[in-house]
């Protein structure tokens, strides 16, 4: 959830969202014809829209059929973040939405405060997803998503690139980590992308810093008036910056998306990216032969920290065409079997009780930090209007990246948004 962020273009956007309307339109005429009398075998379809690509969910759906015979998923994809996040809007709004669908820090307080998921919280299954899974997408003590992962993000490094330079371990300061991507620089290595459609995971770990400086408390007393971005943000934004300034990074990530950077690094044209420990299952398949390791961020003091959050949850339409299909499926998504499948597939860090992962070397630095839920991610945190927030903190940290506004203005920025909200 850099989280996960992926684009693609107009045309191909349009096109799935036409499509997803159309198999949503189809099952919903099925349906109509199995209550005349077809025998009732659309009661047994039901629709979802994931921000996996069908590569990735494609074995889950396959394993869910086969185990319960009769019963048919109609998926349909979009890539996440915005891409997904407006998708679903527009099927809500127009009330096409299907049956199951992806709940996320983003779109949390649009779902649950809308009415536009289904409570889970009586389910019997509901006891296997894990406290601080629960915890993200419940409200009023109702649980409105069902997520079964949690993720760290960090810098994720291609060892034979950085051997070229002589690494031989992560770099203990944020100092460390700019030495390395200069001496990238001048090997003639690109050192360092990050994806600019989101808030990357180096801010977020910089920012985390601050807030366990504070005791978590940094965006609760942010939203209460007892701080402000200016004054907790801009110094790690400083550090951030640092890396533009330097010429580590180019300037032009500012327009690259989330499968943009991921491809550049399967291609090994770049030595280290931000990234999520849910991009590790699709590299992998990519780029078999790259020896990887993620790496925490690093900060000034040494202190290296994590992004991360609890992952997006399943949710299910409040008003599904197919209820009973859905619960279902969703239930089998957290089930054993699904979860597993779904690990072995993307590498997650899977929190449900009755299924322990066995994770890639790769993971090694960030499990047992990731699993005591020492992370942030600033979305997650923040107390209200997190789609809004989230989108003025792309804004500006786009303009940021171009060299347009200082780290302060973009700090300054997020307090002049937050307040017009307020």
């Known amino acids: 959830m850099s989280l ?15 499509m997803a309307v159309s198999v949503i339109a189809a099952a919903a005429a099925a349906l109509t014809a199995c209550s005349a009398g077809s025998g009732g075998a659309e009661s047994k379809t039901v629709t979802f829209l994931s921000w996996d690509n069908q590569q990735t969910i494609k074995p889950v759906l396959d394993e869910f059929q086969k185990e319960n015979p009769g019963y048919t998923v109609k998926a349909s994809y979009a890539p996440p973040v915005p891409q997904y996040i407006q998708k679903l809007q527009t099927l809500l709004g127009s009330g096409t939405a299907p049956d199951v669908f992806i709940i996320t820090a983003e779109n949390k307080t649009q779902i649950m405060d809308g009415g536009f998921a289904k409570d889970l919280s009586g389910e019997s299954w509901i006891s296997n997803i894990a406290p601080a899974a629960k915890a993200t997408y419940t409200k009023d003590g109702k649980v409105y998503g069902a997520a079964t992962a949690s993720w760290g993000g960090g810098i994720l490094v291609n060892k034979d690139l950085l051997a070229k330079v002589g690494y031989t ?3 203990k300061t944020w100092q460390d980590f700019l030495d ?16 600019g459609d989101g808030i ?16 978590g408390k940094l965006d609760a007393d942010i939203w209460a008036g007892k701080t402000t971005f200016q004054k907790t943000w801009t110094q790690p934004l400083k550090t951030w910056n640092e890396l533009f300034e330097k010429g580590i990074e180019p300037r032009s990530v500012a327009g690259l998306t989330g499968d943009q950077v991921l491809q550049q690094f399967e291609q090994g044209k770049v030595a280290m990216i931000a990234t ?14 790259l020896k990887l390791q993620y790496l925490p961020v690093p900060t000034a003091d040494g202190t290296p920290y994590w992004a991360g959050a609890v992952s ?19 239930e089998f998504l957290q089930s054993k079997k699904g979860v597993q499948i779904y690990q072995k597939t993307t590498q997650s860090i899977t929190t449900t009780k009755d299924f322990t992962p066995t994770l890639d070397p790769a993971l090694s630095a960030m499990t047992e930090a990731v699993r005591a839920g020492q992370f942030y991610l600033p979305q997650v945190s923040w107390p ?15 303009q940021t990246i171009s060299g347009s506004i200082s780290p302060d203005q ?5 307090d002049e948004k937050l307040k017009s909200l307020q």
């Open 276 to 289: 999520g420990s849910w991009a590790l299952g699709g590299i992998q398949q990519a780029a078999p032969d």
């Open 180 to 195: 390395l991507g200069l001496k990238l620089k001048d090997a003639g290595i690109t050192p360092f992308y990050e994806a």
């Open 4 to 18: 996960h962020l992926r684009s693609v273009s107009r045309p191909r956007a349009v096109a799935r969202t036409l």
């Open 169 to 171: 371990g992560a770099p």
């Open 384 to 398: 209200t209007h997190s789609d809004v927030m989230n989108s003025e903190a792309v804004a500006l940290m786009q």
């Open 312 to 330: 997006p949850g399943y949710a299910i339409n409040a008003k599904a065409k197919n209820p009973d299909a859905a619960e279902k499926f969703v």
């Open 410 to 414: 973009f700090a300054k920025g997020m």
């Open 200 to 215: 990357p995971v180096t801010i977020a770990a910089l920012v985390g810093l601050q807030n366990q400086g504070m005791g």
